[in-house]
């Protein structure tokens, strides 16, 4: 019969199930439209802009990616120093002397949500490009994903954002989580459901975001913060996965660690500041999909660390004081390979239904989006990123919400 | 915003039904796997007559075997019965919605007759051990995990000098309970040995070698 911890699996693997299989229905009704965009029929003006701090090593590159950038028409280039120390205006100025489309602005040191704030009220463009110093946009994202904008209902196009170069085993790690994203994204906008414009490179409607009040400076994901604002008063993001900003990633784990924390708090500001829409039909995809998705993901992956930790503790326990670990281990592997190949049962069935649905919705995020073919043969990595990096999640969840509710986190600087 | 909540309804709506369609499926096809595994083991209770059979006649045959003989072939009729018991418990604790009681009551009969068999070759060969371990089927405490492994690891190192005998006590047998009252058995799980020694905390193989001169 089943035990307290087995009905607690059960009831996590059936909820994980029902998400997954909500994702394959929302892919079969969008998956003929993927990866069309309109053609754009206008052309409106675009001011690209760039906060930097302290960004002298990239600021240089960016640059030249960003002019490289394709569109019929001039666009505007800010470059916002949110009070580097280093040599970065030095290094836009000289550039600027050469490109009259650069304009550089120097001001105190404030934060990104403030920076961006600074550099939207300078922008003349229509259309606001917000841009991370160490995003590599394709040449041809601007002309793929502007054409969005011809319907006036739309605030902001975000498009797929993938790592740069991953050398590192915590950046492989992330390439694939960044590569699994676009797919999702495109799939939820269905539902009109797109929860974040990324800041690495986000195309917003430079009037709106104005009207709204701008970015949220006290969020420490003002990204996350204005496209629930967005969706709040009614308009539309669209996700352009065709069009490809390259990015470049924490290197190691102590750097993604503190990045997460600074996601997840911001996560947990949003959340706390839009709740009062959880099911508002009004707003039903705030009300109805991303509240929901976040605080059931929020609780289900802090609940299934606890349950596979109490598992792992209810085994180590039965060999304390330790007397037979080498029967003991033969004594579990048996067990082990006798449930899952010999005498399956509902929990094994479901455990690898789910499974197989979570591998097969990897595949398909690669293939359907034709996201880097080389990931999809590194086999190990994608091992270790279903065990070992997920694993991580909730325990940044749980830390991150600990330093959020002792309020020990700052928002400006950086 | 009305046509986005129609497609979220409608997205839910359809993911529940595929969703109740293969929870159902599942649970369809876990029922199937174990009510097969129930038949299997119906059919391993034939086996059960085999090995009770084999264990009276041992006993009335035993008279005129050496000790030598009657501990290799107890130990060898030990075997096949622990063995058979490991076999049925992966099937039995596999299983989820079926429950196989009459199957660990008669693998427990099996044990108590084996045990009685025992304790009479005992007599006449005095340098044999019998180390009974009372469990709960039931109520599987932390504790009991600790003795399990013990017990597992010592069968490995000590199945050649000792009879091993498992008795789940809380399947209402009537010759369970009154070992439990002869022995004066009150914690669960419980080690006793050579039916003079009576184990119910957790020790170290060594201490239980005490008992039984294993090494």
Redesign the interface.
Known sequence: ??SSI?ICLLIST?AA??LT??F???YA?ERSSLRNYPKPKKFPSISITIPVYNGANLIEQTLEAVRKLEYPRDFEIIVVDDGSTDETPQIVSKIASKDPRIKLFRKENGGRGNARNYGLRHAKGEIVVTMDVDARPEKDCLMKAIGFFEDKDVAAVTISCLVHEPKTFMQKLQAIEYALIPLMRKIIE????IYAVPGVFGLFRRDVVLSLGGFDEKNLTEDIEIAWRLLAH?YKIKMCPDARVWTYVPESFSKWWRQRIRWNIGGIQTTLKYVRLLFD?????IG??ILPTFIIAYFFSIFGLVLVGAMAI?KL?????L??A???GA?IFD?LM??IA?????????SA?SFILGVSWIWLSFHSLDVSMRMRKNVSTLLLFLTFYTALFPLNYMYSTLKFLGNKYRVHGG | MEADFMNLKQAYTMSGVIFIFAVLTIFLAALFFETSRMEKIKEETEYVNVLWNDARLFEDMSGNLSCDELTEQNRILGDRIYEYGLRIEKMLNSNKMVEGLVAKQNYALLDIQFWKNSQRIKQKCPEISTVVYFYSNFNRTYSQQVFDNLLLDFKYRCGRKTVYITLPVDLNLTSVDFALKKYNITNIPAVLIDEKYLISEPVNIEYLNNFTHCW
């Not at chain 1, 010999?342 to 479901?350: K, R, T």
């Open positions: 019969m089943f087995e059936l199930l029902y299989i909500f394959y229905v929302a009704s269905s539902f009109n459901a009614g039909r009004r707003i039903s995809s109805f999909f209810d326990l039965s060999l304390i004081p007397f037979s080498t029967a003991y004594n067990n006798a449930e010999v005498y399956p049962n509902v929990i094994i069935l479901l239904l």
